[in-house]
């Protein structure tokens, strides 16, 4: 945190030499440079794997997961067209393999029962125990939300994706991804409550 | 400009001056800010602090040299369409494995591909030199292989002297016991978190070294166990993650890497075995799994 107050993403930090450099690397992964490959997961396999994993809750299927994510960055890298940036490309692979998967299980990527949650411009309400919880608390309360929450938690927070990424990865306008992202957090609130998490 | 700060003003790093003032003049914007603060903090506990995919490893004893291709991929997708992905820092692991061979004939015009790592090659021989950073390794001058090394080259060396053990150093014993002191047969420094394996005196035990004589030390085991241990001249002394300057010229070396155009070698790995006729056996292609399997062929061995 930089200051009181302050909410900040701790995921990659990319700034434009970065972002140039991750273009490079795909180029080249596209000439089939299996170092550049090293280097795009060195960079970037953490938060995807952690990504997956805080979607699927499985770890050896994430694991599965990013085996086919990579595959596919790998032989895709050519249709990369510098619409995004490699990350959320990445992850967007990532999730729709996730989907693919998850095809025919009861877990549901994308919940659309939350597109009817609008993000209030006031305040939240009184999330008491939020205000009260620790670290351990927050971890085994979002391992319990829906996978549609834990999903734009993870995007919005733990990859460093700004919310028009996160939109981007989610195929859901801005707005959405508010909303969606308000309802994750007012539902890790309700299971903070309910479960007695933090008393 | 009293509206209160959205999601998208807090998420923001850094945050804008425009939310700062505000937040400065708004508890309630505050309180906000601190819940997502919370939640964020789950979240990367739970994404930035997942721990790296672990490592599945299997020994090959030492014992005569395998040829051909090794251990087959567990997939045949992963064979024929993945090779690259093989090379990953832990991508790979689990999904494949990959053999590395030590001893006479595995060396073909200086590099030999190591099976089940795509674009890895590895080399044996003497040390001839070091030459700053580069490592040049041959059986015989002819043969001789320039090793380029980095930071990130894992350089594991074997039968290094009883001094270079110190206080505080985490290590792996192993050796017969008797009235409750360890004669060390195999004392490998900074080998950490290699599990299922076992010697011929039972398993390793692991933990920090402290009460360093001349004859032995104390091993502080993660549980507060103190373990009385005795050194002699037959103890052989590894360190993971050594120093260039503590590879031996003479001495039987591999070197593992890429293999650069001009027939150099990128090394991610520089090794110094206790024993010529031993087979790595990893999973995962990366500098860490090897250091794990070394540490374990290395206990194997012992």
Redesign the interface.
């Known amino acids: 945190?930089?200051?009181?107050?302050?909410?900040?993403?701790?995921?990659a930090t990319r700034d434009d030499a970065q972002r140039a450099s991750d273009c490079d690397l795909l180029r080249l992964i596209a000439l089939?440079d299996?170092?550049a490959?090293?280097e795009l997961?060195?960079r970037y396999?953490?938060?995807v794997?952690?990504?997956i994993?805080?979607v699927v809750g499985e770890?050896t299927l994430a694991?599965e997961i990013?085996?086919d994510t990579?595959?596919a960055v790998?032989?895709g890298a050519d249709s990369y067209r510098g619409e995004s940036v490699v990350l959320s490309w990445v992850i967007a692979i990532a999730r729709r393999r996730t989907r693919d998967r998850m095809r025919g299980r009861r877990l549901r990527v994308v919940d659309e029962t939350f597109a009817g949650e609008q993000?209030s411009?006031?305040?939240?309400p009184e999330?008491v125990a939020?205000?009260r919880?620790e670290?351990a608390e927050?971890?085994a309360?979002?391992?319990l939300l829906a996978p549609a929450h834990r999903e734009v938690?993870?995007l919005?927070?733990?990859?460093g994706l700004?919310?028009p990424e996160v939109a981007d990865v989610l195929e859901i306008p801005?707005g959405t991804v508010?909303s969606r992202?308000?309802a994750a957090?007012n539902a890790?609130?309700r299971v903070l409550t309910e479960k007695g998490l933090n008393r | 400009m009293n509206?209160?700060l959205?999601?998208?003003d807090?998420?923001?790093?850094?945050?804008s001056e425009r939310a700062?003032a505000h937040?400065d003049g708004?508890a309630?914007?505050?309180?906000?800010?601190?819940?997502?603060?919370?939640?964020?903090?789950?979240?990367?506990?739970?994404?930035?602090g997942?721990p790296?995919?672990e490592l599945e490893l299997d020994v090959v004893p030492a014992g005569p040299v395998r040829g051909g291709t090794g251990r087959r991929p567990r997939t045949a997708f992963?064979a024929t369409?993945?090779a690259?992905?093989l090379?990953?820092?832990?991508?790979g692991?689990?999904?494949s494995s990959a053999l590395i061979r030590s001893g006479p004939g595995t060396v073909t015009a200086g590099l030999t591909a190591v099976s089940g790592c795509?674009?890895l090659e590895q080399t044996d021989g003497t040390l001839a030199q070091l030459d700053g950073t580069t490592v040049i390794v041959g059986a015989s001058p002819g043969q001789q292989v320039r090793a380029a090394t980095s930071a990130r080259t894992s350089v594991n060396v074997s039968g290094l002297p009883i001094s270079d053990i110190t206080d505080g150093a985490s290590a792996m014993v192993a050796g017969p016991e008797s009235n409750g002191t360890l004669q060390a047969k195999m004392v490998i420094l900074g080998a950490t978190g290699a599990r299922r394996i076992n010697t011929p005196d039972g398993p390793p035990a692991q933990g920090t070294i402290s009460d360093l004589t001349g004859t032995g030390f104390t091993l502080v085991e993660p549980d507060g166990t103190q373990l009385a241990v005795t050194t002699s001249s037959d103890t052989n002394v590894t360190m993971i993650n050594a120093g260039l300057g503590q590879l031996r010229t003479g001495a039987y070396t591999m070197a593992i890497g890429?293999a650069r155009p001009d027939g150099t070698l990128a090394a991610i790995a520089i090794l110094q075995p206790p024993s010529r006729n031993v087979v790595f056996s990893i999973r995962g292609c990366t500098p860490s799994s090897m250091d794990h399997a070394f540490t374990m062929a290395f206990m194997a061995a012992s």
Do not use: N
Request: aromatic share 6%; charged share 20%.
């Open positions: 945190m930089s200051g009181p107050g302050q909410v900040t993403t701790h995921g089939r299996e170092g490959m090293a997961y060195r396999g953490r938060i794997f952690g990504q994993l805080l770890r694991e990013l085996q990579m595959l790998w032989r993000a411009p006031d305040p939240g999330l939020l205000d919880a670290l927050v971890t309360a979002i391992r938690l993870g919005a927070l733990g990859t700004s919310l801005v508010k992202l308000a957090r890790l609130d | 509206a209160h959205d999601i998208d807090l998420l923001t790093d850094p945050v700062r937040l708004c309630g914007c505050r309180t906000e800010a601190a819940r997502w603060e919370t939640a964020a903090g789950g979240v990367l506990e739970l994404i930035a997942t790296e995919p992963i369409a993945a690259a992905v090379v990953l820092g832990g991508v692991y689990g999904l795509a674009g890429y």
